[in-house]
């Protein structure tokens, strides 16, 4: 069983900066993709961004691209999500979650972590808040 385990969120003022911390156990052989997702009230979760374990690839949403930065240390199993000027916008519960690639052959993170649909374990989520 995939066990996820966040850290890092908490209040922040806008153009301030967050670290999120994810650190993954229980993964078994093959490829997984880790990432962030949120939810805004009355919706379902939505990917923020993801990485690949395997071959680094990434995806971000539209809203963070050139704020967000992921990376990962596979020996430390633990994924980073850099959130860099960050705007009221961004508050929100931030839940880390796995993807089992080797399920999903032939799709890329780019696609598997728009959608919460293939995400096989999640994480408790950690609040980020940006105040104005």
């Known amino acids: 069983e995939v066990q996820l385990v966040e850290s890092g969120g908490g209040l922040v003022q806008a153009g301030g900066s967050l670290r999120l911390s994810c650190t993954a156990s229980?993964?078994?052989?093959?490829?997984?993709?880790i990432g962030w997702y949120h939810e805004a009230p009355g919706t379902w979760r939505k990917g923020v961004s993801c990485?690949?374990?395997?071959?680094?690839?990434?995806y971000y949403t539209d809203s963070v691209k050139g704020r967000f930065t992921i990376s990962s240390d596979n020996a430390k199993n633990t994924v980073y999500l850099q959130m860099n000027n960050l705007t009221p916008e961004d508050s929100s519960v931030y839940y880390c979650?796995?993807?089992?690639?080797?399920?999903?052959?032939?799709?890329?993170?780019?696609?598997?972590?728009?959608?919460?649909?293939?995400?096989?374990?999640w994480g408790r989520g950690t609040q980020v808040t940006v105040s104005s």
């Open positions: 990485i690949s374990r395997g071959d680094g690839s990434t």
């Open positions: 229980g993964l078994a052989a093959g490829d997984y993709a």
């Open positions: 979650a796995s993807i089992a690639m080797m399920y999903y052959s032939n799709y890329g993170v780019d696609i598997l972590c728009a959608s919460a649909n293939p995400v096989g374990s």
